[in-house]
């Protein structure tokens, strides 16, 4: 129920096009949804995130839609350049019992192409 | 404001031989929180500080430990390094309050090489 589950694996996308991933969840009690970029060497960076009573956020090229009842929510990267070339996870944050825990996707590793 | 700080960045260990990993996270925040990072099973937690004492704990065993010190500093140990032990650990930071605050900060990892 903890776990976070991310597709696709691998996306290579054209300069210019709309790089989109995926994310679902079970457990309804995580209460903010964050994306982390990474790039090679360096330790992963928040993106943007997403509370659930939101569907839908935007910041500059990046957009996370969020859909509650089918327990999942997506990152689209518009315009998508060769510098978005990183790896992304998303993420879901559960606070309960004194403690919070972030669960983290198993990553999509995207390649924009010129 | 500085980022949060690891040290060492690179380190390579026997198997059986044990490790401590350090963590500075920015300054006035308290929680911090250490990840795994591996090919096959991406970020795991491993387990969170605040205020000197550990609030939650994955699924690792016993062999890895950690500790928070006054000044939020926090240390990583793992004993009896095994192979499988090989991976990037990455820790995080979180404001004051983790509870409310939603965004943490990750340092640029140590990656442990077990030979």
């Known amino acids: 129920q903890q776990q976070v589950k991310q597709s696709p694996q691998s996306l290579i996308v054209q300069k210019g096009g709309i790089s989109i991933i995926n994310c679902a969840y079970e457990?309804?009690?995580?209460?903010?949804f964050p994306w982390y970029q990474q790039f090679p060497g360096k330790g992963p960076a928040l993106l943007i995130a997403i509370r659930p009573d939101v569907s839908e956020k935007k910041e500059g090229r990046f957009t996370i839609s969020f859909n509650k009842s089918a327990k999942q929510f997506s990152l689209h990267i518009m315009d998508s350049q060769p510098g978005d070339s990183a790896t992304y996870f998303c993420?879901?944050?559960?606070?309960?019992?004194?403690?919070?825990?972030?669960?983290f996707g198993t990553g999509t590793k995207l390649q924009v192409i010129p | 404001k500085a980022g949060v700080t690891q040290t060492p960045r690179y380190l390579i260990k026997t198997r059986g031989q044990q490790v401590t990993l350090s963590c500075s996270p920015i300054?006035?925040?308290?929680?911090v929180s250490w990840y795994q990072q591996t090919p096959g099973q991406g970020l795991q937690f491993l387990f969170e500080y605040f205020s000197e004492t550990q609030r939650n704990k994955g699924n690792f065993p016993g062999r890895f430990s950690g500790r928070q010190f006054s000044n939020s500093r926090s240390e990583m140990n793992v004993s009896t390094l095994e192979l499988g032990d090989s991976a990037l650990y990455l820790c995080?930071?979180?404001?004051?309050?983790?509870?409310?605050?939603?965004?943490?900060?990750f340092g640029q990892g140590t990656r442990l090489t077990v030979v």
């Open positions: 300054s006035g925040h308290r929680s």
């Open positions: 993420a879901a944050r559960y606070v309960g019992g004194g403690y919070q825990k972030v669960t």
């Open positions: 457990n309804t009690a995580f209460d903010y």
């Open positions: 995080a930071s979180s404001a004051r309050d983790s509870m409310t605050s939603t965004e943490a900060f």
